[in-house]
C-alpha cells in the first residue's frame, strides 16, 4: 500500500484486496483441487479492510418478467432465465452440466466455475471452493427441459460433425461450450432490441450480474432469511449477504415495528 504499484506508487486497498482474492483463490485449488499444496500461505496473510459497495438500483420483477419475455426466441434464453431465477454466477451456469442438473428432484449442483485465461477456457472451484445445491421451480425445470431438447436438435443437425463433449448445459450450435464473453456483450444488446420495440417503456441500464442481485434482492424484500439467501448465492458467511444488501436489509427493517404490533394485535 505505500509503493507497490508502478515506480514505487501506493496501491489502492482495492487493488490490494484484488490481488489477494486472486492469490487465495490460486493457492486454494492448488489446495483443494489439484492438492499440490497441504495449506494455503495465503490464509496466513491480512488484506486491507474490505469497502463493500452496495449494488446500485435494479430491476423490478416485472421489468425482468418483460425482458424474458421479449427474449425467448434467443438460443441463449434459457442462460438468462437460469441466471435470474438462481442467482448464479456467469461462469458457474457456463461451468454446469446435465450430470448437476436433478430435473426429476428439482435442484442443481453448483460445482465450479468456468472463465477464459490468454485465451483458453480455464475450469476451476467456485469462488467459495465449495460446491452447493440449488432448488429450481417448476418453471424453470420446463425451461431446462426445453433447452436439453433444443441441444438434442442441434446434435441431430451438426452430426458427425458435433464438438461438444463435456455435456456442458450451454454450448453453441456446434456443441462447443459457450464463451463467458458471448453472454455478458449478448445482454446489453437484448435490452436495446427490447428498448427499440418499446419506446417509452425501456428498461434501464444492466449488466448480466445484475440478475444475480434481482434474485437476492427479491428473495431478501419477501422475507426469506438471509442464511437461506447466502446459501443459494454462494456466499462463505451470511455476513457478506448482510454487508452487500445491507440496503434492502434496512428497507425490510422499516417495517418490522408494525409486524409485530399487527401479529400482538395492537
Same mark, same amino acid.
Not at 469497502?51 to 441463449?76: C, N
Not at 438468462?80 to 461451468?95: D, K, V
Not at 438471509?226 to 440496503?247: E, M, N
Given at each position: ?69 421479449? !427474449? ?52 476451476? *472451484?467456485?469462488? *467459495? ?50 464463451? %463467458?464473453?458471448?453472454?455478458? !456483450? ?38 426469506? %432469511? ?41
Amino acid at each position: 500500500m505505500a509503493g507497490g504499484g508502478k515506480n514505487g506508487r501506493p496501491l489502492s486497498s482495492r487493488t490490494v484486496d484484488y490481488v489477494h482474492a486472486v492469490l487465495r483463490k490460486a493457492f486454494r485449488d492448488a489446495v483443494q483441487v489439484d492438492e499440490l499444496l497441504s495449506s494455503s500461505p495465503i490464509e496466513k496473510a491480512k488484506r486491507p479492510r474490505r469497502e463493500v459497495r452496495e449494488p446500485g438500483t435494479v430491476w423490478t420483477t416485472d421489468q425482468l418478467k418483460e425482458f424474458l419475455m421479449h !427474449s425467448r426466441a434467443h438460443r441463449l434464453w434459457a442462460f438468462f432465465h437460469l441466471a435470474a431465477y438462481t442467482g448464479a454466477r456467469r461462469g458457474e451456469l457456463l461451468h454446469l452440466r446435465w450430470s448437476d442438473v436433478d430435473l426429476d428432484g428439482k435442484q442443481l449442483v453448483i460445482r465450479g466455475s468456468a472463465s477464459f485465461i490468454g485465451g483458453e477456457r480455464v475450469e476451476g *472451484s467456485t469462488k *467459495s471452493g465449495r460446491k452447493r445445491v440449488v432448488s429450481l421451480d417448476d418453471g424453470t425445470i420446463r425451461v431446462l427441459r426445453d433447452q436439453r431438447r433444443m441441444q438434442a436438435a442441434d446434435k441431430l443437425v451438426v452430426g458427425p460433425e458435433w464438438r461438444g463433449g463435456g455435456d456442458h448445459v450451454f454450448t453453441t450450435g456446434w456443441g462447443e461450450p459457450v464463451h %463467458p464473453d458471448t453472454v455478458s !456483450s449478448l445482454f446489453p444488446i437484448l435490452i436495446k432490441r427490447y428498448n427499440q420495440a418499446h419506446v417509452g417503456a425501456e428498461l434501464p441500464h444492466a449488466r448480466l450480474h445484475d440478475l444475480r442481485h434481482i434474485h437476492a434482492t427479491t428473495l431478501l424484500l419477501a422475507g426469506v %432469511p438471509v442464511h437461506v439467501v447466502a446459501a443459494r448465492l454462494g456466499h462463505a458467511d451470511p455476513s457478506i449477504t448482510l454487508r452487500v444488501y445491507a440496503h434492502v436489509i434496512r428497507a425490510a427493517e422499516a417495517s418490522a415495528a408494525e409486524v409485530f404490533a399487527q401479529a400482538v394485535g395492537e
